[in-house]
């Protein structure tokens, strides 16, 4: 069972939720590049994802590397997501793999896929009867250059798992909020994941043995266009919520 957990970007939404989970069930070392401004489990490391000697260090003695740091605008300029989302992942990569760390869970985004839905969806087609689902296989489409950014942390991911064999799970997380989202918002419910189930599910990835993925992180909603198989499947995935269930919140 891994015990020690490199979390980048633990300040923001996702590490929040991981955190909410999880701060009790592993030794975490904590990375932002924002000092805390509230107490964290574990140690807490102030970086730029990009510092490379500070990033070495912080993965010594590490098993797991949950990678969540980057800039996470999706309107983000070219040479933001440049250094902070490609060139930082291609770090934590490296460090990673001379560090001797057991498996990267990266978090991608359906940013990485936006695109399908230029031709493929409309507001009216997030509904229960739906068969058409993305499942991880199909091609890339980002939808802006952020998304462009996740597929090259995706393609990064796979460069090091065929070179270096280190494991990789690419998380393209949907809509996380604490709460529920509105309920006229039908495309933030087919895409809804919850701070339980993401809690939940990055520690599936600390957990679970795989080689390289691509899941889509979302909750089990009635109304979704990713599929949650291959996540239940390879991670044993178990997801609690379903924005259906608050339609007559």
Same mark, same amino acid.
């Given at each position: 069972? +891994?015990? =020690?957990?490199?979390?980048? !970007? ?12 999880? %701060? &009790? *069930? ?80 990266? +978090?991608? =985004?359906?940013?990485?896929? !936006? ?12 509904? %229960? &009867? *739906? ?119």
């Amino acid at each position: 069972m +891994a015990q =020690s957990v490199l979390l980048t !970007g633990a300040a923001g939404r996702v590490g929040e939720a991981i955190l909410g989970g999880l %701060a &009790d *069930d592993y030794e975490w070392r904590l990375l932002d590049r924002d000092p805390p401004t509230e107490d964290y489990p574990g140690e807490f490391v102030v970086a730029d994802i990009t510092e490379d000697e500070t990033i070495r260090e912080a993965m010594e003695g590490i098993d797991v590397v949950l990678h969540l740091a980057g800039d996470p605008r999706k309107t983000a300029p070219w040479d933001s997501v440049l250094t902070n989302n490609i060139d930082g992942t291609q770090t934590v990569f490296e460090a990673a793999v001379d560090a001797g760390v057991e498996k990267v869970a990266f +978090a991608s =985004s359906n940013h990485a896929v !936006g695109h399908y839905e230029t031709d493929e969806r409309t507001p009216e087609m997030y509904r %229960a &009867d *739906d068969d058409y689902l993305l499942d991880g296989t199909e091609q890339p489409r980002p939808g802006n250059l952020y998304g462009v950014s996740k597929v090259a942390g995706e393609a990064l991911g796979r460069y090091y798992h065929d070179e270096y064999g280190i494991s990789v799970v690419n998380v393209r997380i949907g809509n996380l909020t604490e709460n529920h989202p509105p309920i006229d918002y039908e495309r933030g419910q087919a895409m809804w994941l919850s701070y339980r189930d993401c809690a939940h599910l990055f520690d599936r990835c600390i957990q679970a043995d795989y080689d390289y993925e691509i899941v889509y992180g979302i909750s089990d909603n009635d109304r979704k266009y990713y599929s949650i198989e291959r996540a239940k499947e390879v991670l044993g995935y178990e997801p609690q919520d379903n924005s259906a269930a608050h339609n007559d919140d």
